[in-house]
């Protein structure tokens, strides 16, 4: 080899030892840059110049140096693929978590704040000091007032978890947006690797590291697979459809319910359209149901991998309508229909399944109350014809509680039971009541202004002008009994002080399952994170090992050259040349 082939070996070393120096400082510099993935240097040596092939042991070549075979990136695909899941799963019970912390704050049992149960205890102590003294004025005053605070209070905490369904609902649309942009940017980064990548000259090592925190973000959102293809494209399924394929990026769409505002979300390809009288393509809303990306009537499991998303949890606590005490009863001449409907769509949503509960809590509550009365005013009449004990000067029941429509005809989409036999409204654990009525729900309640106004208008003495001790009686079991239960799915009798505490039993118990469930999953994905980044992290100490390993390499390939040129001198000098 001559001196001047030398040469060249000399300045690939340099070339090489620079390149190599300056990816070690790539990697220092990007210690602490979330998402980026270290680059490993792999060197190899330049093809060899065959001289001759007549040897029978090895040809005569000539080492050309040292080329630069690649810069890659060291990812472990099983390690992201367990990180992407356990981190969706994470997320998911995260959200349930804060969804039944948020629900136990409202309720004012975690918060400091007013507790509903202490409205109901007032409500009940005064129930128990009218029992005392049915006339005195005072008392009278007292269960009125209770009862005003009662419902006020009560519709405080329904409206409180009805807004709590509105803000998960502006974060479902937050994150469809959000996921419907890393899909946009996936598709993007796939055409920016491609085009740096066909040639197999380079990786776009920075290109895949963006494009990895966004599968990474997207594995939070739900259940995410994806591939690569031979074209070094990302290929991406949520939930088990294309999301990003090709050239193609499958967008999720919403569909806003013009009754409660809710968000359903959908695949934009698996809906139909039509056009409309401006000749606008609009969805098909009928057609929606088909193209859900979710399917929320599975049960929520680890063995079905049902349990992982943001957005999936966010969907699962909202749900999809403000709960009223029908839907724990939905179809009454089916009681299997009505557990099946509870089970696969009211149980499952933290949020409906409390409003339901609590609603049912506040109807029969205010539907006995209203139906005591409403007995005693008919006993009345039975003893005195001409009596208008309970009634109004239009002969009407004095009811202390009333509907804020005013309207007590039947309808379907808000149930109330009534006595078949009196007509009048009745709790809904009354196996004798056989049809619906509108009414008694936490939106549609208000107090009696007249009783407000006048509570002495109760005055609770009969005709004859004893006290109607009978009917205080009556309201004073009518907290103790223990004539209802919880919901379908629970038989424990309880009554109307017990019916609430174990409603926050039930919240609590909850919550403290979830939070045990995504402790233990915080701890899976630390570990699986930590095992990723051994081997995607970038170690400081290892990386500067590196560059004085490179940079002797440098001043060897320096010094190399330093000597040819020396030979290279003398000769020239000596001999003349």
Not at 10 to 36: K, P, Q
Not at 325 to 341: I, R, T, W
Not at 353 to 363: G, K, P, Q, R, Y
Not at 470 to 481: D, H
Request: include cysteine; hydrophobic fraction near 35%; charge should be negative.
């Amino acid at each position: 080899m001559s001196l001047f082939s030398n040469l060249y070996l000399g300045t690939s070393g340099l070339r090489i030892s620079s390149n190599a120096l300056n990816t070690t400082a790539h990697n220092i510099t990007n210690v602490d840059t979330d998402g980026y993935t270290r680059q490993q240097v792999s060197l190899a040596t330049s093809v060899y110049q065959t001289i001759s092939k007549e040897h029978a042991i090895g040809y005569d070549q000539l080492g050309l140096g040292v080329t630069y075979a690649e810069t890659r990136q060291v990812r472990d695909y099983f390690l992201d693929v367990n990180m992407r899941r356990e981190s969706g799963r994470s997320e998911f019970y995260q959200t349930s978590v804060d969804a039944l912390n948020q629900v136990e704050d409202i309720l004012g049992e975690s918060s400091g704040g007013r507790s509903f149960s202490l409205s109901m205890d007032e409500l009940w102590i005064s129930v128990e000091e009218l029992l005392k003294d049915p006339c005195n004025e005072v008392n009278q005053n007292l269960l009125v007032t209770r009862s005003y605070e009662f419902i006020t209070q009560a519709n405080n905490v329904y409206n409180s978890l009805c807004d709590y369904q509105l803000n998960l609902n502006t974060t479902i649309r937050d994150d469809v947006n959000d996921i419907n942009a890393w899909a946009q940017r996936i598709y993007e980064l796939n055409i920016g690797i491609m085009k740096i990548e066909s040639a197999q000259l380079e990786h776009a090592n920075d290109l895949r590291d963006e494009r990895n925190d966004l599968l990474d973000k997207l594995g939070k959102m739900g259940n995410i697979s994806w591939k690569e293809d031979s074209d070094h494209c990302v290929n991406v399924q949520f939930e088990g459809v294309d999301l990003v394929r090709g050239d193609m990026v499958n967008k999720m769409e919403l569909y806003q319910d013009p009754q409660t505002g809710f968000y359903s979300v959908y695949w934009k390809q698996h809906a139909e359209y039509k056009l409309n009288s401006d000749g606008d393509k609009v969805v098909v809303p009928e057609s929606i149901p088909g193209a859900y990306v979710f399917d929320l009537s599975r049960p929520i499991s680890s063995e079905l991998n049902t349990d992982v998303g943001e957005l999936k949890a966010c969907l699962y606590a909202r749900g999809d309508h403000n709960a009223t005490f029908a839907d724990l009863n939905k179809f009454p001449g089916d009681p299997e229909a009505s557990l099946d409907y509870y089970d696969t769509t009211i149980s499952q949503s933290v949020l409906m399944n409390v409003e339901a509960e609590f609603d049912t809590l506040i109807h029969n509550v205010t539907s006995k109350v209203n139906s005591i009365l409403m007995d005693a005013a008919d006993r009345a009449t039975e003893r005195y014809p001409a009596s208008n004990y309970l009634r109004n000067e239009d002969g009407s029941y004095l009811q202390i509680f009333q509907t804020v429509t005013g309207d007590d005809r039947i309808y379907s989409n808000n149930p109330v039971y009534k006595d078949p036999e009196t007509g009048k409204p009745d709790s809904l654990n009354d196996p004798d009541l056989e049809e619906y009525w509108n009414g008694f729900t936490v939106s549609n309640i208000k107090i009696n202004m007249d009783l407000r106004q006048a509570p002495s208008l109760l005055g609770f003495r009969l005709e004859d002008g004893s006290e109607d001790n009978e009917t205080m009686r009556l309201l004073s079991e009518a907290f103790s009994k223990e004539d209802y239960t919880l919901n379908p799915r629970v038989s424990t009798p309880v009554n109307f002080q017990t019916y609430y505490n174990a409603m926050i039993s039930q919240v609590s118990t909850s919550g403290n399952i979830y939070t045990t469930i995504k402790d233990a999953q915080d701890q899976t994905v630390n570990s699986i994170e930590s095992a990723r980044q051994q081997v995607l992290g970038v170690n400081t100490d290892e990386e500067l090992t590196f560059m004085i390993q490179f940079q002797n390499a440098y001043n060897s390939a320096s010094r190399f050259i330093n000597v040819v040129d020396e030979l290279l001198e003398h000769l020239i000098q000596t001999l003349g040349m």
